[in-house]
C-alpha cells in the first residue's frame, strides 16, 4: 500500500509542478505590477511544492525498502539521466529562487522590486519545464525494465 501510495504523491508533484513552472514563466513574462508579483510568486510557492513533493518521494522510493531497491536504481543508466536532470533543475533554480525570495521580503516590507532579470528567469522556467519532460521519459523507460546495466 505504502508503495501505491509513494507512487501517487509522486505523480501528484507531477500534476502541480509542470503547470506550475509554465504559471511562473507566464507570469514573469506578463505586467510585474503587483498582481504580477503575486501571480508569479503564487506560480514559484507551487512549483516549490512540487519539488519537495517529488524529491522527498523520489528519495524514499529510491533509496527506501519500498520499490525496487537503490541496488537497482543506481545500476540503471535511465536513473542517471533523471538525477542528471533533476541536478540541472536544482542549479538552474539558484538565480530565481534567490531572486523571488527578496522579492518577497521587500513585497513584504512595501519596497520596490528589481524585476529586470523577470524574462530571464522566465526562459530558466520553460528549460527546467523540459528538463522535467526529460524526466519523465526517462521515468517511463525505467517502469519498463529499460535502462539497466548489465
Known amino acids: 500500500m505504502i508503495t501505491w501510495v509513494l507512487a501517487g504523491l509522486h ?6 509542478g509542470l503547470p506550475a ?15 504580477g508579483q503575486a501571480r508569479v510568486l503564487a506560480a514559484d510557492t507551487w512549483w516549490g511544492v512540487a519539488a519537495g513533493l517529488w524529491i522527498t518521494t523520489g ?17 540503471n543508466y535511465l536513473f542517471h539521466a533523471k538525477l ?4 540541472l533543475i536544482l542549479a ?6 534567490i531572486a523571488l525570495i527578496v522579492w518577497r521580503m521587500r513585497r513584504k516590507k512595501g519596497e520596490p522590486i528589481d524585476t529586470r ?4 528567469f522566465a526562459m530558466t522556467s520553460d528549460v527546467q519545464l523540459l528538463l522535467v519532460l526529460g524526466m519523465v521519459i526517462a521515468a517511463t523507460g525505467m517502469a519498463r525494465g529499460f535502462g539497466v546495466m548489465r
Open 84 to 87: 542528471g536532470f533533476l541536478v
Open 21 to 35: 513552472v509554465r504559471a511562473r514563466a507566464k507570469a514573469l513574462r506578463g505586467p510585474l505590477d503587483a498582481e
Open 117 to 120: 532579470r523577470a524574462r530571464f
Open 92 to 97: 538552474l533554480e539558484i538565480a530565481p529562487m
Open 11 to 16: 505523480l501528484i508533484a507531477l500534476a502541480i
Open 59 to 75: 528519495l524514499v522510493r529510491a533509496f527506501g525498502p519500498f520499490e525496487k531497491g537503490a541496488d537497482y536504481y543506481l545500476h
